[in-house]
DNA sequence: TGAAATATGTCAATACTGCTGACTTAAAGG
DNA sequence: CCTTTAAGTCAGCAGTATTGACATATTTCA
C-alpha cells in the first residue's frame, strides 16, 4: 500500500476536496451509538461460546449454517465475505467439536452441503436467546412498534442488493414505516 | 479453559436447564440485522482508514480523541475496554503519523493527555462525514423521528452504567421515547 | 472424449488486533 | 521515605483475516 508510513504533514495539503468540502454535521451520537451497542450485543455470544473454545468467526459459520441448513461453502463464503482459507480454518474447527457436519450434495457432488448437527443447533440456539434476551429487554422498555422500527432502521443500514436479500431472509420488510410511510 | 477440544457429543448431556428451558423464540431478523448493519456500517470506515496504513482499532482511538480532547490514556482504556498494551501499539502508530499528540497534564503532570493534530481531526472528520452520509440516506427514506428512535433503540442495547455514561456525552436521551412514553 | 470451468481443500507467509506476565520510569501523596 | 498511581515497554501467544500458489474431484461443454 503506497500511503503506509506517510506521515500527517504530507496529506493534509492533497485532496482537498474531500476532506474540506461543506457538509451536514456529522452525527457523532449515532456514531457513538452504533460502537457501543454492537459491542453489547456482540459481547453476549463471546461470552457464551468461549466455554467451548470458540470465537465469533466460528459463531457466525453455527449461525448462519443453523439458519439456512444445506447450505454450501460457496454460498457461506458470501454471506459472510471472507476468503475460503479464512472460513476453513473455523469451519474445520466446527466438524471436529462435531457442531456441524457435511453431506455432499445431491445434484452436484463437488458441493459439500453444511448442516448444524444435534448439537451445533442447541449451541446456535442458546446463544441465540441469549441474544433475544437482550433485544426483549430493549422492548420491554421501549413503545410499541419499537422492534418494527429498528428492524426497519438496521435494513435501511445495509446497501442494496444485499438488503433485498436479507429482507427476504429475514422477513424484516414487513410493508410497515419504509419510505416515509408514517 | 477446560473445555477446549471438547466434543459436541460430550456436552448435550449436561446442563440441560440452559439450553432446554422454555423461552420466547429468538430474534433471528434482528440477530441477523445487527450483524449486516453493522459490518457495512464500519466497512466505510474500514475503507478510508486503509489508504493511511490504519485499521479499525486506529480509528476507535482516533474517533475518541477527537471526540473528547485531552483525554488521558486511563480513560481511553476505559472507553475501549482494551489492555493498555493493545492500546499503546496503535497509539503509538498514530502519534507516529501525526495524527494525534500528546501533552503532559497540568495538574498531574504523570497524565499524557491525547489530543488530535489538525490532520487528526481532519481524518476523523472525513471518516465521520462517511459514516453519516450513509445515516442520511437512512434517515432520509425513513419516517420522521427515525433517528430519536434509533439512536433510543441503540442505547437501549447497552447495559448500565455504561449507557449512563454515553447517555451524557452523546445527548443522546432527550426525554422522549423512553420507557413506554410513547 | 477431452478440455475448461467450478467447488473445494490445503500450504505458506503475512498483517492486525487482542491477550497475559513481568518490569521500568516518573510523579503524586501521605 | 514509602506506597500508590499513570504510563510505557518487552516478550510471547492466540484468533482472525489476507494473498498467492497449487491440488483434487466433478461438472459442463465443445
Known amino acids: 500500500m503506497a500511503a503506509q508510513g506517510q506521515k500527517a504533514v504530507e496529506i493534509i495539503g492533497g485532496g482537498a476536496g474531500s476532506v474540506a468540502e461543506a457538509s ?21 455470544a463471546d461470552q457464551r461460546l468461549a466455554a467451548f473454545g470458540l470465537g465469533r468467526a ?37 466438524l471436529d467439536k462435531q457442531f456441524v457436519e457435511v453431506c455432499a450434495g445431491i445434484e452436484d457432488r463437488r458441493q459439500r452441503r453444511l448442516y448444524a448437527t444435534a448439537c451445533g443447533h442447541a449451541l446456535a440456539l442458546d446463544v441465540a436467546r441469549l441474544q433475544s434476551e437482550r433485544l426483549s429487554r430493549v422492548f420491554g422498555m421501549l413503545p ?36 416515509g410511510e408514517r
Not at 24 to 44: H, Q
Not at 62 to 85: C, D, M, N, S, Y
Not at 155 to 163: G, V
Open 144 to 179: 410499541e412498534g419499537a422492534r418494527q422500527q429498528a428492524a426497519t432502521f438496521l435494513l435501511a443500514m445495509i446497501d442494496s442488493p444485499l438488503r433485498d436479500k436479507i429482507a427476504a431472509m429475514t422477513g424484516a420488510i414487513q410493508d410497515r414505516g419504509w419510505n
Open 58 to 94: 466460528h459463531h457466525r459459520v453455527l449461525h448462519f449454517v443453523a439458519r439456512q441448513p444445506g447450505l454450501t461453502v460457496t454460498e457461506l463464503l458470501e454471506i459472510l465475505r471472507v476468503t475460503k482459507q479464512s472460513l476453513n480454518r473455523v469451519l474445520k474447527a466446527l
Open 24 to 44: 451536514l454535521p456529522p452525527m457523532y451520537d449515532m456514531i457513538d451509538l452504533m460502537f457501543f451497542a454492537y459491542r453489547e450485543f456482540a459481547g453476549d
